[in-house]
Nanobody
């Protein structure tokens, strides 16, 4: 049974940083695309970032590019999201996602096969 467990969320002041981690179990995802989505209250889930199997292909949402960095460790079956210069509008539940059939579909939440339970990130002004 595949499980994705996120950690690292919390409360931080605007301008601060957080590092999210996601540990996968039940399968090895070293050949799979991994990524992050987020969902703010009253809004739809939003694509944040994705990284290819070898870490050479990376995509970011325009809203986080230059502030967030996605990385992965295939030996640990894990993906990370370093979030710097956080803004109140970054407040959301952040979800780890794994396995995407095609890069062109990365922004569609329906196309990712596995989801974590989410971790809350709250940025105060």
């Amino acid at each position: 049974q595949v499980q994705l467990v996120e950690s690292g969320g919390g409360l931080v002041q605007a301008g601060g940083s957080l590092r999210l981690s996601c540990a996968a179990s039940g399968r090895t995802f070293s050949s799979s695309v991994m990524g992050w989505f987020r969902q703010a209250p009253g809004k739809e889930r939003e694509f944040v970032a994705a990284i290819g199997a070898r870490g050479r292909v990376i995509y970011y949402a325009d809203s986080v590019r230059g502030r967030f960095t996605i990385s992965r460790d295939n030996a640990k079956n894990a993906v990370y999201l370093q979030m710097n210069s956080l803004k109140p509008e970054d407040t959301a539940v952040y979800y780890c996602v794994v396995e995407l059939p095609a890069w062109a579909q990365r922004s569609s939440s329906k196309m990712w096969n596995y989801w974590g339970q989410g971790t809350q990130v709250t940025v105060s002004s």
